[in-house]
């Protein structure tokens, strides 16, 4: 099957640009990009434009595959890759979802200004260093029993909240409050339950970190402030997802959608976007297990907070005020209503962005949108942006998750040194911890696609506001 080149590529406007169905006779709708023409030498490079086709060959797909400015390629679909389909005669699949079921991102805010504390960030980045388990090698400090799994699965932050390890605001600037209604623990396989038995709490290997950070500009000084976020206020942005469980879920669902698939004599141009007709009992059976290892993700990044607040307590000697701004997913598949009709919109590498008025928004964000938190590469900034009405319209909701990969983990371990990216780090006045040099190595900025040129973008198309970049003081990896 044939790969698109520059010249398949219809311009629509400056940032948005269509691979038509006529391009091949498999497409039952068009694909989408939104980019910039200077993005598109790297996006043709890769897979990742054959990945987007494909996504459109497949039953029951709405309107037209999607993606985003951090497009690169994935496990069947493009990572930063959003695919909407029928709730009537459409599929689900773990493949389009993805292997990091609900990694995402979270932001707290601090009271403290960096000048006030620029003096204790080395200290403060190793004690959360030492809070939060890497989980490579070595697990959390709380090993769950079957009764505690369950509680996690299937009752996700709000347990936490029961117990005393969150606090009600946090629940509820968390994406659906931190739970997700339907997930089902008797879904997720007991390979899945005892690869995530120690795993809460961690924060895992990979592109996943805590970074102290802190506000380093401001586009809407009304809107930032009502998110607590003013110049150099010192904050932590914390990216993990379900750990060893999610991917374990993600393995097990694949596995049974290539039986299916075979049973029923499928052929699909990419055996990877194994699927499930959303309305078999299969089907049902991956979305309950889909959402109990986005419930424990979420209990991941909670407990992650926890830990924390615990440094900022240590290193401070009282209680420290940590509120949260937002948290949201990656990796999911969510049930949502656009052009009036009911659709499973898979977001693999992609996040939400909610307007103003959104009935799923807390109060709070009810009259300003959803933050929509997109982090750079280690090393580089990070934004906060607010979900804008257009995204209801032409990106179902969505918005890129981060800068997304130029250079895979392995090139990246070749060409760069993780001793000497730590140097000149601390050189730039970023304090680091990292459980190893080879991983740190792995996130070097250079690996990754410049996050300002991915959120300029979609500032510019109109689909999420630029309202604060954030930079960062600390970094803390697995």
């Not at 079957?146 to 709000?158: I, S, Y």
């Not at 401070?316 to 990656?330: M, N, P, R, S, T």
Request: glycine letters at 10%; one cysteine or more; charged letters at 30%.
């Amino acid at each position: 099957m044939k790969k698109p080149e520059k010249k398949d590529l219809i311009k629509i406007s400056d940032y948005i640009w269509e691979i038509p169905q006529s391009f091949r006779e498999d497409m039952k709708v068009p694909a989408r990009l939104f980019a910039s023409e200077k993005m598109l030498a790297d996006i043709l490079e890769d897979k990742s434009l054959w990945q987007l086709v494909n996504l459109t060959t497949l039953p029951g797909i709405f309107k037209y595959s999607l993606a985003m400015p951090d497009i690169h390629e994935g496990y069947g679909s493009p990572v930063g890759g959003v695919a909407a389909f029928d709730t009537n005669e459409g599929i689900i699949s773990p493949g389009i979802c993805g292997y990091d079921i609900n990694c995402g991102v979270r932001l707290l805010v601090s009271p403290f200004y960096y000048e006030e504390i620029k003096d204790k960030i080395p200290k403060l980045t190793e004690q959360i260093f030492k809070e939060v388990p890497s989980g490579v090698g070595r697990g959390g400090f709380w090993k769950l029993n079957n009764d505690e799994m369950k509680k996690v699965l299937e009752e996700g932050a709000k347990w936490l909240y029961e117990i005393g390890y969150a606090e009600k605001e946090d629940l509820e600037a968390t994406e659906s409050y931190g739970k997700i209604e339907g997930a089902e623990a008797d879904k997720v396989s007991k390979t899945a339950k005892d690869r995530g038995r120690d795993q809460l709490g961690t924060i895992g290997a990979g592109n996943h970190f805590v970074e102290i950070q802190r506000v380093a500009e401001i586009f809407d000084e009304e809107i930032g402030k009502k998110l607590g976020l003013e110049k150099n206020k010192v904050c932590v942005l914390i990216h993990c997802g379900s750990r060893g469980l999610g991917h374990q879920v993600a393995t097990d669902y694949i596995r049974e959608a290539l039986r299916y698939l075979d049973k029923q004599g499928i052929d699909l141009v990419d055996r990877e976007l194994a699927y499930f007709p959303y309305s078999h009992e299969l089907g049902q059976d991956y979305l309950a297990a889909m959402k109990a290892a986005a419930n424990f993700a979420f209990t991941n990044r909670q407990l992650i907070t926890y830990e924390v607040r615990k440094a900022f307590k240590k290193v401070f000697g009282k209680e420290i005020e940590l509120k949260q701004v937002y948290d949201i997913a990656h990796n999911i598949v969510k049930i949502e209503e656009y052009d009036n009709k009911k659709l499973l919109v898979h977001r693999k590498g992609a996040t939400r962005a909610f307007w103003q008025g959104h009935p799923e928004l807390p109060e709070k964000y009810r009259q300003i949108g959803q933050p929509t938190l997109i982090p750079g590469s280690m090393g580089t900034s990070s934004y906060v942006l607010i979900g804008q009405e257009l995204a209801k319209k032409i990106s179902f909701g969505s918005a890129p998750h981060g800068a997304g990969r130029m250079m895979s983990r392995a090139e990246a371990k070749r060409k760069i040194r993780g001793s000497e990216l730590k140097k000149e780090l601390e050189a730039r006045g970023i304090s680091v911890a990292a459980g190893s040099m080879s991983g740190l190595a792995e996130e070097a900025p250079e690996a990754y696609k410049d996050v300002s040129e991915v959120v300029d973008v979609v500032h510019n198309i109109g689909i999420a506001k630029k309202i604060v970049k954030l930079v960062p003081i600390g970094v803390i990896k697995g």
